[in-house]
């Protein structure tokens, strides 16, 4: 039996929470299959541990993270501690140090959850968003000078490396190509942003030669946004900057029902570091302590990290349990419509995983 040593932070709000309703659920795969256990080390890393320690995460985290093989993550944030702390003293220095430059998030409207979108069911819902996760808009790059005076300056500078474009790109060639799908969108403004999404439209023309059986499209992240909702079957794979796709797959999610339904893999295809995987709801501090968060997000993150690990029957065994669940439409939490507690759906997955 294979052993996977996985490095589990819950983080803030309900993070501590959905992340316990998904170990639940892979150790029931594990458990069905017989072909794998995973060994949880638990950080008490967070917006707590900055409020006790002045920093998110001690100075040799990452250093400790490196000899995992992958890492869940439930959520960061919290109303005392300022965003921008807590995202850049956690989240990003690992997706950069460990090059985990692919944002995996898919799209999908599972079935028996009613979207917003009248006539659009799980048959036009399901394509997968991939989003370059360690540079462009969150490059990090930038100051302000004359600060406190009435000329006070702020620069965000946007930073596009042929390297991280071309990987990214190809990257969603090669998803699809892998995965039986047969387009690639790409996603920018290059309308208004002369410089570096020209460059980006550029580079995909050129990697998208390699790829004859791809079809290929291109979209403003305006007309993209618009087309998620008018036309969602109209995309197979979208690859985009890590602003652009950050908040389209935010878009995506709601197309999906609810945000406490969307997973997200943080990967580094070469698999030198490990890769991150997490729900994208947040710490949802508004239910915070409630037993009402939808854990379905985490565990189908869950399922993604089995995916990613190559348990691929288990993690296909937990995506059907959740189906199942979520079809009969009996146990679902108050964010599907539901009166179901975060324990009794995971009760449910993990039954409906055992009977399969």
Same mark, same amino acid.
């Given at each position: 039996?294979?052993?996977?040593? #996985?490095?589990?932070?819950?983080?803030?709000?309900?993070?501590?929470? $959905? @992340?316990?309703?998904?170990?639940? $659920?892979?150790?029931?795969?594990?458990?069905?299959?017989?072909?794998?256990?995973?060994?949880?080390?638990?950080?008490?890393?967070?917006?707590?541990?900055?409020?006790?320690?002045?920093?998110?995460?001690?100075?040799?985290?990452?250093?400790?993270?490196?000899?995992?093989?992958?890492?869940?993550?439930?959520?960061?944030?919290?109303?005392?501690?300022?965003?921008?702390?807590?995202?850049?003293?956690?989240?990003?220095?690992?997706?950069?140090?460990?090059?985990?430059?692919?944002?995996?998030?898919? #799209?999908?409207?599972?079935?028996?959850?009613?979207?917003?979108?009248?006539?659009?069911?799980?048959?036009? @819902?399901?394509?997968?968003?991939?989003?370059?996760?360690?540079?462009?808009?969150?490059?990090?790059?930038?100051?302000?000078?004359?600060?406190?005076?009435?000329?006070?300056? +702020?620069?965000?500078?946007?930073?596009?490396?042929?390297?991280?474009?071309?990987?990214?790109?190809?990257? +969603?060639?090669?998803?699809?190509?892998?995965?039986?799908?047969?387009? $690639?969108?790409?996603?920018?403004?290059?309308?208004?942003?002369?410089?570096?999404?020209?460059?980006?439209?550029?580079?995909?023309?050129?990697? +998208?030669?390699?790829?004859?059986?791809?079809?290929?499209?291109?979209?403003?992240?305006?007309?993209?946004? /618009?087309?998620?909702?008018?036309?969602?079957?109209?995309?197979?794979?979208?690859?985009?900057?890590?602003?652009?796709?950050?908040?389209?797959?935010?878009?995506?999610?709601?197309?999906?029902?609810?945000?406490?339904?969307?997973?997200?893999?943080? #990967?580094?295809?070469?698999?030198?570091?490990?890769?991150?995987?997490?729900?994208?709801?947040?710490? /949802?501090?508004? @239910?915070?302590?409630?037993?009402?968060?939808?854990?379905?997000? +985490?565990?189908?993150?869950?399922?993604?990290?089995?995916?990613?690990?190559?348990?691929?029957?288990?993690?296909?065994?937990?995506?059907?349990?959740?189906?199942?669940?979520?079809?009969?439409?009996?146990?679902?939490?108050?964010?599907?419509?539901?009166?179901?507690?975060?324990?009794?759906?995971?009760?449910?997955?993990?039954?409906?995983?055992?009977?399969?």
């Amino acid at each position: 039996m294979q052993t996977y040593d #996985i490095a589990v932070i819950g983080g803030d709000g309900i993070g501590p929470d $959905v @992340i316990e309703a998904g170990k639940q $659920v892979l150790d029931a795969a594990g458990d069905v299959t017989g072909s794998f256990r995973l060994a949880y080390t638990e950080f008490p890393w967070g917006c707590e541990y900055y409020l006790e320690h002045g920093r998110m995460m001690p100075a040799d985290a990452l250093q400790t993270l490196e000899q995992f093989q992958a890492i869940y993550l439930g959520a960061v944030g919290y109303p005392t501690v300022p965003d921008h702390i807590s995202l850049w003293g956690l989240l990003l220095p690992i997706r950069k140090a460990y090059r985990q430059y692919v944002n995996l998030r898919p #799209i999908k409207l599972l079935r028996g959850i009613d979207g917003p979108l009248r006539g659009k069911g799980p048959e036009q @819902i399901d394509f997968v968003c991939v989003r370059e996760n360690t540079e462009g808009e969150y490059a990090g790059v930038g100051g302000r000078v004359h600060v406190g005076t009435d000329h006070e300056v +702020a620069l965000q500078n946007i930073v596009f490396t042929r390297t991280a474009v071309e990987r990214i790109i190809r990257y +969603a060639f090669d998803y699809a190509k892998s995965h039986g799908r047969t387009g $690639v969108t790409s996603i920018t403004k290059s309308n208004a942003m002369q410089y570096n999404m020209v460059f980006w439209d550029e580079v995909f023309a050129e990697v +998208a030669k390699g790829y004859p059986d791809i079809t290929t499209s291109k979209y403003h992240v305006d007309a993209a946004a /618009a087309r998620f909702v008018t036309s969602p079957e109209s995309f197979d794979v979208v690859v985009a900057s890590n602003l652009f796709a950050d908040i389209l797959t935010d878009l995506g999610g709601a197309l999906q029902g609810s945000l406490g339904l969307p997973p997200s893999a943080n #990967i580094d295809p070469t698999r030198r570091y490990p890769a991150m995987f997490e729900p994208v709801h947040g710490s /949802a501090p508004d @239910i915070h302590g409630r037993n009402i968060a939808n854990p379905l997000a +985490a565990i189908w993150a869950g399922a993604m990290m089995l995916d990613f690990l190559g348990e691929h029957e288990a993690g296909e065994l937990v995506m059907n349990a959740m189906e199942t669940v979520t079809s009969c439409g009996a146990v679902l939490t108050p964010d599907l419509g539901g009166t179901a507690t975060t324990q009794e759906v995971t009760d449910a997955v993990v039954q409906a995983l055992r009977a399969a």
